[in-house]
C-alpha cells in the first residue's frame, strides 16, 4: 500500500481543499472526468458528515495489488455512528464510489472509501512519486475557485445529458422505423404462412383422398385373390382326384409319365392357390389370432418331425434341440405356420451344411427370438428388403430349379405383425442367412414355485417317445421319480409293480388305448384309486365321454405347459380330485 496524500481539517473552509485534492488524484491516477467528480463529490458528502467532531485526518493511498484508491477518513472524536450511516451523504457516496465502509475505534470512527482503478493507470514506484510531487506543489484552492470548477463540471455533465437525450431521440426514431420494418415484414410473413397453410390443407386433403383409393384397390386386390382362389380349388383338386384315378389305372410308361408330370403340376398350383389365400387372409386383417399358452418344446418336436424327412432328402442337417423357453403366448396355429416356412425356405436354399432353429429370450426379457439359421446361398443386401414383397423371388440357378411363388416370406412377415411381433433378416452372400421371428413375452409374475418337490412317483403313458421325453423335462424338479410306459399293458404291470401317485396318459395308443387301461384301473382294487390325468390331443366329445369313467383332469396337448401342469398336479396332489373330465 502506497500513501499518496495525508490531510487535515478542522472547518468547512477546509472542505474545499479537500474536493480539489479528490479530484486531481483522481485525474493523476487515469480516472475519466465522471469518476473525477464522483470521487470528489463523495469525499465532501463524508467530509460534511463528520465535520464538528474536532481534528479530522485524510489518507489517500494505492493498493497495487488490488488497483484500486483507498482514502480513510479519521475523527478524532467518535461521531454519531448510527446517524452518519443511515445519512443522505454517506448514502450518496456509496452510489458514487464502489466500497464505502464507517466503522468505529478507541480511537475515534474511520470511514473508508474504496474506488477501483482502470487498467491505464500507472501504478510503479516512479509513477506514484511523480503524483506525490504534484500534490505537494499544487496550491490551495480558495471556495471560489472550487466553485468555479464545480460549475464547469456541471456544464460538462449539462453538455453530456445533452447529447445523450440527443442519442436517445435519434435511437428512438430508428427503432420506430424498424418497428415499422417487422411490422410489415410479419404481415408479410403472416399472409404466406395462411397461403402455405392452405396449401398443406389442400395437400393433406389429396393425400388422403390417395390414400382411400389406394385402400379400394387394395381391397380390391385381396377379395380378388380371395375370390379366384376359392374358385380355382375346386377345379384343381378335381384334376388331382383325376390324375390319382388315372395313376391307379392301366396306362402305358409315356401315358403314366404324363400323368405324373400333370399330377405334380396341379399340386403347385393348389399349393399357389392356398398361399393367396392365406395372404388375401393376412392383408385383409381376418386372420384370427387366438393367443394361448403354447409350448415351445411341443411346436419344436413337431415341425422336427415333419422337415426331418426334407432335409434328409436334400442331404443337409437339421438341427432344432429343445427351446431354452419353454411357454411363449402365442397362438401356436399361426406360429407353425411361420416358423414351417421359413424352414421350408431355409432347406430350399441351403446346398450344403446344416439348417438350424433355436429360441432364446432377449436381454430386455420381454421379447422371445426364434432364429431360422442355414449356410446356404445367403441375400444381397439390396434383395434383403425386397424378399419380403409378394411374387419376388431372388434371381439364382437355386431359385429357377426350385418351386415357389414369392408370397411365403411376405405372408410370413404379415403373420408375424399380427401375432404383434417382427421378422427380422440378416444375410450374407455365400454365408447363409439368419431370419428372427421376434414376439413380445413379458415374465410371468404367478409362476410356480419349481425348485420343490411336489410329488413323489408320476406314472407318464403315450407311445410318442419324444413327448415322453418333453414331459420328463416338464416334470424335473417337481417330481421324485418318473416312470415311463408305451401302451396301456405296459403301464398296467409298471403300476403293479410300483404303484406312482398320478398318472399322466393318452388315449391313442397301440394294443390297448387310454380308455380300456383306464376301464382295467377300476377292476383292480390296488389302483383303482391312483389319480389319473388324461395328456390328450383327442377330443373329448359326447360319445368318447362316457368310456372315461372319472379322471382327475384332462390337459390338451397343444395348450401344455410346465406351469399348467406343475398347477394341475399340485391340485391333485393338494386337494380332492376334480371329479369328471368336464
Known sequence: MTELLHLEWLNEADLFALRQRGREIAASLALDA??????????????????????????????????CLVVTVTSRRRVDGGRVAASTGLAAARRLLDA????????????????????????????????????????????LDELRAQNADLVHTLDQLAARQQDLVRINEELEETNTGVLAMYSQLSQELEETNRGVVALYAELDEKGQLLAQANEAKTRFLRNVSHELRTPVNSI?????????????????????????????????????LDLARAESGREQVRLTETNLSLLFGELRGTMRPVAEQRGLTLDIPDPDVPVLRTDPELLTRVLRNLLTNALKFTETGCVRMQAARRESGQHVEISVIDTGIGIAPEDQERVFEEFFQV???????????GLGLAYARRVTESLGGVLELS??????????VALPAPLP????????????????????????HIIRGLLQGVADRVGEAADGEAALAAARAVPPDV?????????????????????????????????TSAEIDAQLRPTLGSVSAVVAKGHLTRRRLISTIQQIVQGPPAGGVG
Open 445 to 468: 409374475d404367478d409362476e410356480p414355485d419349481l425348485d420343490a418337490t411336489i410329488v413323489g412317483h408320476v406314472l407318464l403313458v403315450d407311445d410318442d417317445a419324444a413327448f415322453r
Open 395 to 405: 434371381p439364382h440357378r437355386l431359385q429357377q430349379a426350385g418351386a415357389g411363388t
Open 34 to 67: 465522471q469518476d473525477q467528480v464522483r470521487l470528489a463529490t463523495a469525499l465532501s458528502e463524508v467530509g460534511r458528515e463528520v465535520l464538528g467532531h474536532g481534528t479530522v485526518s485524510v489518507h489517500f493511498t494505492v493498493e497495487v495489488e488490488r488497483r
Open 427 to 436: 444375410s450374407r452372400p455365400g454365408v447363409g442367412s439368419t431370419f428372427t
Open 503 to 535: 398318472i399322466l396318459l393318452d388315449l391313442r395308443m397301440p394294443r390297448m388305448d387310454g380308455a380300456t387301461m383306464l376301464s382295467a384301473l377300476r377292476e383292480e382294487p390296488s389302483l383303482r384309486d391312483i389319480p389319473v390325468v388324461l395328456v
Open 240 to 276: 388331382l382326384g383325376l390324375a390319382d384315378l388315372l395313376q391307379d389305372g392301366s396306362l402305358e410308361d409315356e401315358q403314366r409319365v404324363q400323368v405324373r408330370y400333370l399330377h405334380g403340376s396341379a399340386e403347385a398350383l393348389l399349393a399357389l392357390v392356398n398361399e393367396l
Open 100 to 143: 464505502v465502509s464507517l466503522q468505529d475505534t478507541a480511537a475515534g470512527s474511520v470511514v473508508t472509501l474504496t474506488k477501483n482503478l482502470p487498467r491505464t493507470a500507472w501504478l510503479d514506484d516512479v509513477s506514484l512519486a511523480q503524483v506525490r510531487a504534484r500534490l505537494a506543489a499544487l496550491a490551495p484552492a480558495t471556495p
